[in-house]
């Protein structure tokens, strides 16, 4: 991982160079203009809800709010990584989102997503073995100096290609998952009481 982004990432995340952050932008971009990407639904570096995950049914991808980019800022888009597995995991692509401060409510459809790795154009689920240890997931957000034509359905390298070369600020927020293990849990027929 480039050393500048190791300064931005909470140091236990893995140094995973497949980022799409670590391909697309740069020290200077990270917070350019005071961009800054937070979630009502878990603090920086903190844990992800199960209701935004697979070990929650009805889960829902979690919600997103962005102060306003830089000015010459065309288009906003979001990709969501998980930095503990090869690839990395593709959670989310998400294009189309005005140039201003704004938000993604939890659950709610983007204007435009693409295929997560998967090969889905929804919120890919974290569905993590239960003997893994806590996996980081990056939610990153890129200010765009033009508006994107990829229609929904786009390829994460889709998406990486036209968003190479026109990224002018960069955020990113983090937050760690780890498989619950309730469900492992059995009674112990041994000591039922039940005739």
Same mark, same amino acid.
């Given at each position: 991982?480039?050393?500048?982004?190791?300064?931005?990432?909470?140091?236990?995340?893995?140094?995973?160079?497949?980022?799409?952050?670590?391909?697309?932008?740069?020290?200077?971009?990270? +917070?350019?203009?005071? #961009?800054?990407?937070?979630?009502?639904?878990?603090? $920086?570096?903190?844990?992800? @809800? %199960?209701?935004? &995950?697979?070990?929650?049914?009805?889960?829902?991808?979690?919600?997103?709010?962005?102060?306003?980019?830089?000015?010459?800022?065309?288009?906003?888009?979001?990709?969501?990584?998980?930095?503990?597995?090869?690839?990395?995991?593709?959670?989310?692509?998400?294009?189309?989102?005005?140039?201003?401060?704004?938000?993604?409510?939890?659950?709610?459809?983007?204007?435009?997503? +693409?295929?997560?790795? #998967?090969?889905?154009?929804?919120?890919?689920?974290? $569905?993590?073995?239960?003997? @893994? %240890?806590?996996? &980081?997931?990056?939610?990153?957000?890129?200010?765009?100096?033009?508006?994107?034509?990829?229609?929904?359905?786009?390829?994460?390298?889709?998406?990486?290609?036209?968003?190479?070369?026109?990224?002018?600020?960069?955020?990113?927020?983090?937050?760690?998952?780890?498989?619950?293990?309730?469900?492992?849990?059995?009674?112990?027929?041994?000591?039922?009481?039940?005739?």
């Amino acid at each position: 991982m480039a050393d500048w982004l190791a300064s931005v990432l909470p140091a236990d995340t893995p140094a995973n160079p497949g980022l799409t952050i670590a391909r697309l932008a740069s020290e200077k971009m990270m +917070g350019r203009g005071g #961009l800054k990407l937070t979630s009502p639904a878990f603090a $920086a570096g903190g844990e992800l @809800d %199960p209701c935004f &995950t697979a070990d929650e049914e009805d889960a829902v991808a979690p919600p997103l709010e962005w102060t306003a980019p830089p000015p010459g800022a065309m288009e906003m888009a979001v990709i969501v990584e998980d930095a503990s597995s090869d690839g990395p995991t593709c959670h989310w692509a998400v294009w189309g989102l005005s140039a201003q401060k704004g938000k993604l409510l939890e659950g709610e459809t983007p204007p435009r997503v +693409g295929k997560n790795s #998967l090969g889905d154009s929804e919120w890919l689920l974290p $569905a993590l073995p239960k003997d @893994d %240890p806590p996996h &980081t997931f990056v939610f990153q957000l890129f200010a765009l100096d033009l508006p994107l034509t990829l229609m929904p359905g786009a390829t994460r390298e889709q998406l990486f290609e036209a968003l190479e070369g026109h990224v002018v600020a960069a955020a990113v927020l983090t937050a760690t998952y780890q498989a619950s293990d309730q469900d492992d849990e059995a009674w112990d027929d041994d000591d039922d009481d039940f005739a």
